[in-house]
């Protein structure tokens, strides 16, 4: 089944959400600062935490936090085109984007011939 415009704005609206809480926990203190929150590092003592360990985290995050806004930023847009209303409209030809594709990236904003175009630039 084809997810709705709705459903895909929906779900646009979680990935926001989503994005920005995990930046919000990305600047909290750097590294150490998820622990009381997950738990799920107990047992790894400090002991690990040497220098290079501590520049591989900061690396680490760093390009997290990259990647994450940049996915905020393609879901912002998204949620501008719906506004707009030209969600589902390729950004640089204006043709429709594949609606199986928009499932699996809602805030994709480009058709995949452009896309691919792009991409060999
Ligand atoms: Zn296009």
Same mark, same amino acid.
């Given at each position: ?27 909290? $203190? ?12 107990? $047992? ?43 969600? $589902? ?33």
């Amino acid at each position: 089944m084809i997810a709705t415009k709705e459903m895909l704005r929906k779900r646009l609206e979680e990935e926001r959400a989503r994005l920005l809480s995990e930046l919000s926990q990305l600047s909290i $203190g750097g590294s150490g600062a998820t622990e009381d929150m997950t738990g799920e590092h107990a $047992g790894y003592g400090n002991h690990l935490a040497d220098d290079a360990t501590e520049i591989f985290e900061q690396e680490r995050n760093l390009a997290l936090r990259r990647n994450l806004q940049n996915l905020l930023a393609m879901s912002e847009h998204a949620l501008h085109k719906f506004d707009a209303g030209t969600y $589902g409209r390729c950004d640089e030809c204006g043709g429709p984007i594949d609606p199986a594709r928009l499932e699996a990236l809602p805030w994709a904003s480009l058709c995949i011939r452009c896309k691919a175009r792009q991409e060999r630039r």
